[in-house]
T-cell receptor
């Protein structure tokens, strides 16, 4: 089965450090999403791309977060500088821009900022 | 605005019991899609089913069944003869044109099935 690959699976970093999370979407998928999961907020949409172009990043704190798709096989989410409140699981998902299409999620990156 | 409400935060059942997970959604769009995802203790999100707003036919897949009722804006999920392996958090999600291509998730229902 095709899968979305996220790296790293776990990351522990000190407050103030830069964090980069990577996602390899399923080949052929043209839509990529970044979600954040916390106990308090549940699953929140941070940003998404269609054909590598950012469509919506309104859910992302702009001052410290940035998301890019340098090419069709790689999406990145960066936090600089990181803060303890950024501790969460970050999921990447990919799919097709068809309404009836279900998205495939990666295994997530569990980020802990101390 | 799009919204999904899963009022049941946690449910605990004994193995072999039937259990229904509720999902109520809000949208002004006439075309929309509803989804259920499962998140087992390992953490990944597993796609279970999708339904479009024009198809109110109920669906059964093994021990799983889904009841979609537009009149009550509900898309409920029933597990028949539950098993310990069904223990997970289950998320209902909505995708409507108002939200572009993104999925709006409910808060999830944590299901615990005990032997």
């Amino acid at each position: 089965d095709a899968r979305v690959t996220q790296t790293p699976r776990h990351k522990v970093t000190e407050m103030g450090q830069e964090v980069t999370m990577r996602c390899q979407p399923i080949l052929g998928h043209n839509t990529v999403f970044w979600y954040r999961q916390t106990m308090m907020q549940g699953l929140e949409l941070l940003a998404y791309f269609r054909n590598r172009a950012p469509l919506d990043d309104s859910g992302m704190p702009k001052d410290r977060f940035s998301a890019e798709m340098p090419d069709a096989t790689l999406a990145t989410l960066k936090i600089q500088p990181s803060e303890p409140r950024d501790s969460a699981v970050y999921f990447c998902a990919s799919g097709l821009d068809r309404g009836d299409y279900g998205y495939t999620f990666g295994s997530g990156t569990r980020l802990t900022v101390v | 605005a799009q919204k999904v409400t899963q009022a049941q935060t946690e449910i605990s059942v004994v193995e072999k019991e039937d259990v229904t997970l509720d999902c109520v959604y809000e949208t002004r769009d006439t075309t929309y899609y509803l989804f259920w995802y499962k998140q087992p203790p390992s953490g990944e999100l597993v796609f279970l089913i999708r339904r479009n707003s024009f198809d109110e036919q109920n669906e059964i897949s093994g021990r799983y069944s889904w009841n979609f009722q537009k009149s009550t804006s509900s898309f409920n999920f029933t597990i028949t003869a539950s098993q310990v392996v069904d223990s997970a958090v289950y998320f209902c999600a909505l995708r409507a044109s108002g939200s572009g291509y993104a999925l709006n998730f409910g808060k999830g229902t944590s299901l615990l099935v005990t032997p």
